[in-house]
Nanobody
Framework: QVQFVESGGGLVQPGGSLRLSCAAS????????IGWFSQAPGKQRDGIAC????????YYADSVKGRFTISRDNTQKTEFLQMSDLQPEETAVYYC???????????????????????WGQGTQVTVSS
């Protein structure tokens, strides 16, 4: 069975840092692009970072560029997101997911969550507050 397990979230002060992990199992990890998505309460899910399966090309939403770094370890079948200078508006649940086609950034609709992506994890809560 395909399974993603996100971890590493928690409560941090504005300007603080966190490192999120997404451990994958049940599929050929290095055959898929994989990304990180955030979803605040009442908001659509947003693609904020993604890394390709081939050359490891990385993509970032403008809002996180320069502060967040995505990486993957194909041997450990794990995706990481190093987040720095976190802001209160970035309080959200963070998910990892694999698209059917290629990396996606920006908002995705409720329908696209099911139609454009093959697998999702349960998410890990990040709260940025003083």
């Amino acid at each position: 069975q395909v399974q993603f397990v996100e971890s590493g979230g928690g409560l941090v002060q504005p300007g603080g840092s966190l490192r999120l992990s997404c451990a994958a199992s049940g599929f050929i990890f290095d055959h898929y692009d994989i990304g990180w998505f955030s979803q605040a309460p009442g908001k659509q899910r947003d693609g904020i970072a993604c890394i390709s399966q081939g050359y490891g090309t990385t993509y970032y939403a403008d809002s996180v560029k320069g502060r967040f770094t995505i990486s993957r370890d194909n041997t450990q079948k794990t995706e990481f997101l190093q987040m720095s200078d976190l802001q209160p508006e970035e309080t959200a649940v963070y998910y990892c997911a694999t698209p059917w086609d290629k990396c996606r950034l920006g908002q995705i609709t409720k329908a696209e969550i099911q139609t454009e992506f093959g697998y999702w994890g349960q998410g890990t809560q990040v709260t940025v507050s003083s």
